[in-house]
């Protein structure tokens, strides 16, 4: 899958995991070292990367170093989101000013 789209919904191959896509560059997005299924396609039994299992929770949103792809995660799984062979990592939160 390399045309992603922002509100694409993607799911794992591998694991339970699943995302929307937030902002999107031409890439393939990974889920445990496998290549992320649309919504409504059925996995093929493929077998999932050990070194790319770190876990996706439910909620979080997942960057590359450049900021130029991010995911948000609608279902947590096993596996970790990545592309190239690289992992995305997890977007820090803005903290919100406080209010008086």
């Known amino acids: ?3 992603l789209k922002p509100g694409l919904r993607l ?3 591998v694991c339970d995991g699943e995302a929307m896509i937030v902002k999107a ?3 393939t997005l990974t889920c445990g070292g496998v290549p ?3 919504a409504d396609d059925t996995a093929d039994g493929a077998e999932a990367d050990p070194e790319h299992m770190y876990q ?5 949103r997942y960057v590359n170093a450049e900021e130029t792809l991010e ?4 279902k947590s799984g096993d596996g970790s989101f990545g592309y190239d062979g690289q992992m995305l990592m997890g977007k820090e ?3 919100l000013p406080s209010s008086d």
Do not use: E, F
């Open 25 to 27: 560059i031409d890439v």
């Open 56 to 60: 996706c929770l439910i909620g979080k």
């Open 71 to 74: 995911v948000l995660c609608i």
């Open 93 to 95: 939160t803005k903290k």
């Open 11 to 13: 799911k794992s191959a």
């Open 36 to 38: 992320m299924l649309a």
């Open 1 to 3: 899958m390399s045309s």
